[in-house]
């Protein structure tokens, strides 16, 4: 039946918002993009990594290690504390071992990032109200309940939408000034968290297209129901 497909997208899309929502520092492994340093240096035979990730809350720096004539040293990594916005700052300079960089990622883009947990709650809702849809003592799907879950649906996906291009134009422009000002020294890798939001987009358009599915049906049986005299 197409009314229970409903909440299965529903479900899949907010689990997926979830953990976006609480990703790096919260969820170390969840992340929106990665900064990489490899520095070296002829003299004495050195050499410097380091790594940085960020989420929607903030940032965690790796363990700096830092390698002088064959001799490691290494730094404990850091995370930074859970608030919306943020920037390149010192504590992540020091770990990639780079100067110069405090515009790169800009404190108002990031705290867009905040429209996340807004959509997984929009997400929540629907899926709540989508289980009351269908109900075991009637055949039928419960047209009220089928109509609020499209319209909530409906919301979340246009701004889940609209974070996945978000996530894409931040972190491109991240790439973008990175390949800029660091002529190679960083390189950036794309997170995890930006293709969940992409599966979370596709999960809440598959949901709409299955409750408009299911009230088109609805409508063609009650309507055969209703001509044969049955209403």
């Not at 890798?189 to 979370?200: D, F, I, P, R, T």
């Amino acid at each position: 039946m197409l009314a229970a497909v409903t909440p299965f997208f529903l479900f899949v899309a907010f689990l997926l918002l979830l953990l976006v929502s609480l990703s790096l520092p919260i969820i170390k492994s969840i992340f929106l993009f990665q900064l990489t340093a490899n520095a070296s240096a002829s003299f004495l035979d050195s050499s410097a990594s380091g790594q940085a990730r960020f989420g929607v809350w903030g940032y965690c720096t790796s363990a700096v290690t830092v390698e002088v004539v064959g001799i490691d040293h290494e730094t404990a990594g850091q995370c930074s504390a859970t608030h919306l916005g943020y920037q390149f700052d010192s504590n992540v300079a020091k770990a990639l071992h780079v100067s110069g960089f405090s515009d790169t990622i800009s404190r108002s883009l990031s705290a867009v990032l905040v429209l996340h947990p807004i959509a997984c709650a929009l997400t929540f809702l629907a899926l709540v109200t989508s289980l009351f849809i269908t109900s075991r003592r009637s055949q039928y799907i419960s047209r009220p309940a089928a109509l609020t879950t499209l319209g909530i649906a409906l919301l979340a996906a246009v701004i889940t939408t609209i974070i996945f291009l978000i996530d894409v134009i931040f972190v491109a422009v991240v790439r973008h000034r990175i390949n800029d000002e660091s002529h190679g020294v960083l390189q950036l890798s794309w997170g995890n968290a930006v293709w969940m939001a992409l599966g979370a987009t596709i999960a809440l358009w598959g949901a709409i297209v299955s409750d408009c599915a299911s009230l088109c049906a609805f409508g063609r049986r009650f309507g055969r129901k209703r001509a044969d005299g049955r209403y």
